[in-house]
C-alpha cells in the first residue's frame, strides 16, 4: 500500500510467489469442477493481511461461485457469508464448507448404492438434452443412485453426495471436459457404443470416495469458522438478511462476473438438471437474472438502461456504433454492477475493504477497461481506491469468449482494493 500511495499506477504481483506452492488437493478446493475458479492464493494472501481484519472478524463474498474465498475464509477463523445466483454453487459452496466424517458420508453412499440396486427403472430428471450427453446405462445408475440419496434424511449428507453424483455425472458424460460449456467429445459415438453399467458404477463408487476424503479433512482444521451461503441477489444484500442475519463484514473479496464472457449457468446445466435444481425451461430465466448474462430478448434491447457514469457511459456508447447487441449487454451489466457495489457499500463495517477481481475485455473490436470502468462505479458509491495490483492469468478455466479466439488473450487480473469510509 505504501508502494502504491508512493507510486503512479498499478503494481504488478504474483500473488503465487507470495503465498508459495499449494498442494493440488488442498482442503476440498477442485472438489469439482467450476468454471473461472478463483486462485487459491488471492484470498489466502488477503486473509493474512492484519489490516483487513483479525480472525473472528466477518467475510462476505457476494459472487461466490465455487466457494474458494468461503473455504479460505473458514479455516482462517473468520465467518462468512456467500451469495450466488448459480443454484448449483450455491449447493457446492455449502457442501465443500461442511464437515462431515468420511465413515459418515461412506455409510450413507453404501445405503443409497443398496436402495439403488434394488430399484428398477426409474424416470430420470429433467436434465437438457438428456440423450445427447449421457449414455443409457449412465441414465439408470444415475436415476436409481440419485433416488437411493432422496432417501437420506441428513440434509448435509445428502448434499455431499448430491455432489458426488454430480461430480460422477460429469465424468460419464459424453461432453467433453477440457471445455466448460457442454461440447460433445471427439470420441462420444465411440465412448456411447461400448458403455457399460458397471462403468457407471466405477465412477460413482469413484467420486463418493474423493469427496468423503477431501471433505473429511474439514475435520483437522482448529478454530473453524461458520459459513452460510444465503441466496441469490448481488445487488439486494439486505434483503437477504432482513433480521440481521449477516453481521457487517469487515472484507469482502470477491471476482464478479465478466459481462458477456461467463456462462455459468449453462456450464451448470447439466448437474443442474441432475440435481433437481431448476428444470430444463428454468434455465433461461436463471441467466437473465444473472449478472453478466450474454443474451438479450427483444423486450431486453427496448429497455436499454442508462449507466449512472458519464464515463461508463461513453464506453456503451463507444460499444453502439459498432453492435446495439453488445452495447445492451454491457449496459445492463454496469447497471447491475452500479448496484451491486452500492449494495456492498452498505453492507460493509466503517472502515471495512473490499477486493474486487476484475480484468478487461474484448468488445466489439476493441478492449474494454472493465477493471477502470468498475473502479469509476466504486469511487461513485462512495470507496476509497487505497490499492490497485495486477497478476497474471495462469491456468485458469476460461470461458471461450475470454480466451484468444475473440481477440487479443487476457493474461491478468486487477485486484482493487477499496475501502469505505
Known sequence: MRRYAAGSGPLRVSFRNLVGPLPAHDLTHSLHPYPARLVRHLPRFLLSCDQLGLPGTAVLDPFCGSGTVLVESM???????????????????????????????????????????????????????????????????????????????????RNALR??????????????????????????????SSDTPARSWHYLEESISFVAERIHQLNGIAGKADVHVLGTDARDLQALSPNGAVSSPTLVITSPPYGAAQKYV??????????????????????????????????????????????????????????????????????????????????????????????????????????????????????????????RIQGRLLMTKRASTSGPPIDSEHVLLLRRG
Open 266 to 391: 449453462r456450464s451448470s446445466s447439466l448437474s443442474i438438471g441432475w440435481l433437481g435444481l431448476a428444470a430444463r425451461t428454468e434455465l433461461s430465466a436463471l441467466e437473465r437474472e444473472s449478472i453478466g448474462r450474454e443474451h438479450m430478448s427483444s423486450s431486453d434491447l427496448r429497455s436499454v438502461p442508462t449507466v449512472a457514469s458519464r464515463r461508463v457511459q461513453r464506453e456503451i456508447d463507444r460499444i453502439a456504433s459498432s453492435s446495439t447487441v453488445r452495447a445492451a449487454i454491457y449496459a445492463n451489466y454496469f447497471s447491475d454492477m452500479d448496484l451491486a457495489l452500492q449494495a456492498i457499500y452498505n453492507t460493509l463495517e466503517p472502515g471495512g475493504h473490499l477486493a474486487l477481481v476484475a480484468a478487461r475485455n474484448y468488445v466489439a473490436g476493441s478492449v474494454l477497461q472493465t477493471p477502470d470502468l468498475l473502479k469509476v462505479l466504486a469511487l461513485k458509491n462512495g470507496f476509497d481506491l487505497v490499492l490497485e495490483v495486477f497478476d
Open 75 to 157: 479455516v482462517r477463523g473468520r465467518p462468512a457469508w456467500g451469495v450466488d445466483a448459480n443454484p448449483f454453487a450455491r449447493l457446492l459452496s455449502q457442501v465443500k464448507t461442511t464437515p462431515l466424517e468420511r465413515s459418515s458420508l461412506q455409510k450413507s453412499a453404501e445405503r443409497a448404492i443398496a436402495h439403488a440396486k434394488r430399484s428398477r427403472t426409474i424416470s430420470p430428471p429433467d436434465v437438457v438434452n438428456l440423450g445427447t450427453w449421457f449414455t443409457k446405462p449412465s441414465i439408470s445408475v444415475l436415476s436409481r443412485f440419485r433416488a437411493g440419496v432422496d432417501q437420506e434424511d441428513d440434509e448435509n449428507l
Open 163 to 192: 455432489i458426488a453424483m454430480s461430480l460422477a455425472a460429469d465424468r460419464l458424460s459424453l461432453r467433453d471436459r477440457r471445455i466448460p460449456v457442454p461440447v460433445r467429445r471427439p470420441d462420444a459415438d465411440d465412448v456411447a
